[in-house]
Nanobody, 118 residues
Framework: QVQLVEFGGGLVQAGGSLRLSCATSGIIFSINAMGWFRQAPGKQRELVASISSAGVINYAVSVKGRFTISRDNAKKTVYLQMNSLKFEDTAVYYC????????????WGQGTQVTVSS
């Protein structure tokens, strides 16, 4: 059974930082790509960062230079370091998984709320 558990969100002032974590189980973490998505109220869920099994990283333009995705295969955990947070980063953040070159899974955790006050 695949489980994705996100945590680390919270309320932060604009310009602040947060580090999100996503603990996984039920997948062969080391051979899977991982991604962080977010969904703001009234908006579609969007991919903000991804990291392949080999460590190839991609970012959405809106977060490039401010967010850093990383992974720890031994802990089966993916992280998202978010710096210089802006009001528009406010959203529920989710992680997801896929095989390299595949499509994102239908497994979603409960997400973690990030609220940035202006």
């Amino acid at each position: 059974q695949v489980q994705l558990v996100e945590f680390g969100g919270g309320l932060v002032q604009a310009g602040g930082s947060l580090r999100l974590s996503c603990a996984t189980s039920g997948i062969i973490f080391s051979i899977n790509a991982m991604g962080w998505f977010r969904q703001a109220p009234g908006k579609q869920r969007e991919l903000v960062a991804s990291i392949s099994s080999a460590g190839v990283i991609n970012y959405a333009v809106s977060v490039k230079g401010r967010f850093t995705i990383s992974r720890d295969n031994a802990k089966k955990t993916v992280y998202l370091q978010m710096n210089s947070l802006k009001f528009e980063d406010t959203a529920v953040y989710y992680c997801n998984t896929r095989r390299d070159g595949g499509i994102w899974s239908n497994y979603w955790g409960q997400g973690t709320q990030v609220t940035v006050s202006s």
